[in-house]
């Protein structure tokens, strides 16, 4: 076995195995975690000491990580030997931004010899983008400041995107992730009609992991919430089941476009 997927909740490790043709795999996944349509091993994170111990036992050279996790609470009774070494630095981790707790965990895979690969070198079809309808000059201007706030927020690790109707920002991803951020948006009275879901990596992240992505259910959502499209930034967010993506925007009559 050369390959590990380290799998994470929803369906984008299931999407990245079909394109796993003629590799040697294996997948596991956090306890809690367990991905849509795929089987895999669970592993809790009182063990990863002793699950790159075991990848790199079984010849694993390399590893990918795929797929929504939250940050574990760690319980200090249930450590193993291989992993108590970790345990400073795990602790670190944790208590700092998503974006330093997955470099503090690539580290790990890292210096065991294990190289880390992203979903989109195994499967680079899953950073093209349809371009499906047409934006309104309303919804350019919003799609542009979307962009604006994304990069101003950016730095500070917050989430991979927003929602902007008229200019006004309805909404901001954060830990709960973009499902919950347009069911939150029913909740606002009075706000704005129309408006844009803006999606893209954050300033200065680890394009190997914690891609953003978007699918048939994003588009459901966002003509759910009542809004007008979505933009994603080119190389930086990930499809799922494109051709589904398309019936589902000319279902709904959103659009799909480049920022």
Not at 57 to 81: H, K, Q, T, Y
Not at 83 to 100: C, E, F, N, S
Not at 125 to 146: C, H, K
Request: aromatic share 4%.
């Amino acid at each position: 076995m050369n390959l590990a997927l380290i799998a994470g909740a929803g369906r984008l490790p299931a999407t990245l195995a079909a394109a796993l043709a003629g590799r040697d795999w294996r997948a596991w996944h956090l306890e809690g975690f367990a991905p849509e349509g795929l089987a895999s091993v669970p592993f809790r994170v009182e063990t990863l000491g002793s699950l790159i111990a075991t990848l790199r036992a079984e010849g694993v050279s390399e590893v990918c990580f795929a797929g929504r996790i939250a940050r574990p609470e760690l319980n200090p009774s249930a450590l193993d030997m291989a992993t108590v070494p970790l345990v400073p630095r795990m602790m670190q981790a944790l208590g700092q931004g998503d974006d330093a707790a997955l470099r503090t965990v690539i580290a790990f895979f890292e210096e065991a010899g294990l190289r880390i690969v992203a979903p989109q070198d195994l499967a680079p079809g899953l950073l093209d983008v349809p371009n499906v309808g047409a934006p309104s000059e309303r919804d350019r201007a919003d799609i542009a400041r979307a962009v604006a706030v994304h990069r101003a927020l950016a730095p500070l690790d917050v989430g991979q995107g927003c929602v902007v109707a008229r200019g006004q920002v309805l909404a901001v991803e954060a830990m709960p992730g973009t499902d919950w951020m347009l069911e939150s948006l029913g909740r606002i009275e009075g706000r704005p009609g129309g408006g844009v879901l803006y999606k893209a990596a954050k300033a200065g992240q680890d394009r190997r992991i914690d891609m953003a992505t978007i699918g048939p259910e994003t588009v459901t959502r966002a003509a759910q919430a009542g809004l007008a499209g979505i933009a994603v930034a080119a190389g930086d967010v990930l499809v799922l089941d494109p051709d589904a993506l398309r019936h589902r925007l000319a279902a709904t009559g959103l659009f799909l476009a480049p920022a």
